[in-house]
């Protein structure tokens, strides 16, 4: 019977058919998928923590490989060294959480770049991201 079965199966009607119902159901989609990857980045901070190393900002976070090599190993988790996100923290989570990374905002993690670490005058940096932020109205 299984075996009749599957030579029925048209991957073409069933691609079609998955297409359909993606169409049908794209906002749920995407919201499913936004509450995921929000569940994803969210676990990670939780193990890691949720302010820079560095600095002691607690909004724009990332996690950071502690001792650089950041882009080849993103290219072999990903595929790609560019990207990063929710594709890399699933990678931590199901790596359970390993030694060697560490929560820097955006602008110390791009400081530190390739380099042992941020290069950020922290006074100098901390006053401009006030000023703006007065002017943003955030």
């Known amino acids: ?7 029925r199966y048209d ?6 058919r998955n297409r359909r119902y993606r169409e049908a159901n794209r906002e749920q989609l995407d919201e499913t998928n936004r509450q995921y990857r929000d569940d994803v ?3 990670v901070f939780d193990h ?3 302010v820079c190393a560095c600095c002691g900002a607690t909004e724009n976070l990332t996690l950071d490989h502690v001792n650089g090599g950041g882009t080849q ?4 988790v990903t595929g790609h060294p560019k990207v990063a996100g929710w ?10 959480f390993p030694d060697g990374f560490q929560v820097l905002c955006f602008p110390c993690n791009q400081s530190k770049g390739t380099r042992e670490r941020c290069r950020l005058n922290h006074d100098e940096y901390r006053v401009c991201h006030l000023r703006s932020r ?3 109205g955030a």
């Open 73 to 76: 190993h993103r290219a072999e």
């Open 87 to 96: 594709v890399f923290y699933r990678w931590v989570v199901k790596n359970g």
């Open 1 to 7: 019977y299984k075996a009749s079965k599957r030579a």
């Open 134 to 136: 007065k002017h943003s």
């Open 48 to 50: 890691y923590g949720r």
């Open 11 to 16: 991957p073409e009607q069933g691609s079609e």
């Open 41 to 43: 980045r969210t676990r």
